[in-house]
């Protein structure tokens, strides 16, 4: 069982519709990651939550928003998606951030599958 | 920009063989490099984690070093077993203080374990 908690598990949506992911850990980690991954590709960092400021990644389109409502809990918006945009979306923590010391493991949730159609 | 490239791609071994991954990386200014394993369809799984500071970490039949002036690691897999089935992922944490800071992945080594 992994530390880091995802919903939903699969994800089948409209390239008109709106949702949102969830991911939730209790580890008291500082700092929080979106990722995506296609198949039989690498993860490929989308946005870093840490000690309370966002980074994007600038080849992350709009239609892709995080919100971070508390320091355990981090959201990704999901609004007119593209079919390409479907993937494995992996959210990830660490008890340092980018920023300030690092050193520390990523723990991976077991992601949500999306399929955009 | 870091690049992180393993070899080989893909391994099939039998059973018990002691078995070495390979991953190396362009850019040697890295704060750490971690191995992650991936079950199909499944997150990622941290095995260990190696500071820029040290040569080597191990974990049970796991043992992983770091070169880092060139640019190098390893991970070993002692007495492999049909559960270690899996792809493995090489990632090195690099921040260049700008933008969004995380790890740069290479592609992966699918490994196959023959009962």
């Known amino acids: 069982d992994t530390e880091v908690t995802q919903t939903p598990k699969h994800l089948v949506m409209g390239m008109t519709n709106k949702k949102s992911l969830k991911c939730e850990q209790h580890?008291?980690?500082?700092?929080m990651y979106w990722y995506k991954q296609k198949a039989k590709k690498p993860p490929e960092l989308m946005f870093v939550?840490?000690?309370?400021?966002?980074?994007i990644n600038e080849s992350v389109p709009s239609r892709f928003s995080p919100e971070c409502p508390n320091s355990s809990l981090l959201n990704l918006h999901l609004h007119a998606l593209q079919p390409e945009d479907s993937a494995l979306y992996l959210c990830?923590?660490?008890?340092?951030?980018?920023?300030?010391?690092?050193?520390?493991?990523?723990?991976f949730g077991n992601g949500t599958r999306l399929t955009v159609t | 920009k870091q690049e992180v490239t393993q070899i080989p791609a893909a391994l099939s071994v039998p059973e018990g063989e002691n078995l070495v991954l390979n991953c190396s990386f362009t850019?040697?200014?890295?704060?750490?490099l971690q191995w992650f394993r991936q079950d199909p369809g499944k997150g990622l799984t941290s095995l260990l984690l190696?500071?820029?500071?040290?040569r080597e970490q191990t974990s049970g039949r796991l043992n992983a070093s770091l070169d880092k002036s060139s640019g190098r690691s390893t991970l070993y897999i002692a007495a492999s077993q049909p559960g270690d089935s899996a792809t493995y992922l090489c990632?090195?944490?690099?921040?260049?203080?700008?933008?969004?800071?995380?790890?740069?992945f290479g592609k992966g080594t699918h490994l196959i374990i023959q009962p």
């Open positions: 990632a090195v944490d690099a921040r260049s203080g700008g933008g969004a800071d995380g790890l740069t």
């Open positions: 580890m008291g980690h500082r700092a």
């Open positions: 939550y840490s000690y309370e400021k966002l980074s």
């Open positions: 850019d040697s200014a890295i704060y750490n």
């Open positions: 990830a923590s660490s008890q340092d951030g980018a920023v300030g010391g690092p050193n520390s493991p990523l723990h």
């Open positions: 190696i500071q820029s500071s040290q």
